[in-house]
């Protein structure tokens, strides 16, 4: 049975970072492509990162670009999401999932259309 847990999520300052960990069972990490999406209330779900199983191809929603970094270690099947310079507009509950998604770029752009396995999520707050 494929399961995936989330943690590393809390309360965290303006400029501050958190990296969040979404550790993987019943499935090899590396053939499947695997993403971060988040959702604020009251707005839908957005793709924030994805890894592409299939060419190898890493991409970011535009408003994260050059301060979210997504990393993958397979021998540990755990994808990170390092956080930094973190803002109000950050906060969410960030979902990691995995799926036959072939493309990173359409992973985040379809916000998790295609994903097939999710995990239950971690509350991302960015407060002072």
């Known amino acids: 049975q494929v399961q995936l847990v989330e943690s590393g999520g809390g309360l965290v300052q303006p400029g501050g970072s958190l990296r969040l960990s979404c550790a993987g069972s019943?499935?090899?990490?590396?053939?499947?492509?695997i993403g971060w999406f988040r959702q604020a209330p009251g707005k839908e779900r957005e793709g924030v990162s994805c890894?592409?199983?299939?060419?190898?191809?890493?991409a970011y929603a535009d408003s994260v670009k050059g301060r979210f970094t997504i990393e993958r270690d397979n021998a540990k099947n755990t994808v990170y999401l390092q956080m930094n310079s973190l803002k109000a507009e950050d906060t969410a509950v960030y979902y990691c999932?995995?799926?036959?998604?072939?493309?990173?770029?359409?992973?985040?752009?379809?916000?998790?259309?295609?994903?097939?396995?999710w995990g239950e999520g971690t509350l991302v707050t960015v407060s002072s």
């Open positions: 019943g499935f090899t990490a590396d053939v499947r492509t």
């Open positions: 999932a995995t799926g036959p998604v072939p493309f990173a770029a359409m992973c985040v752009r379809t916000g998790g259309y295609g994903m097939d396995y």
């Open positions: 890894i592409s199983n299939h060419d190898g191809s890493i």
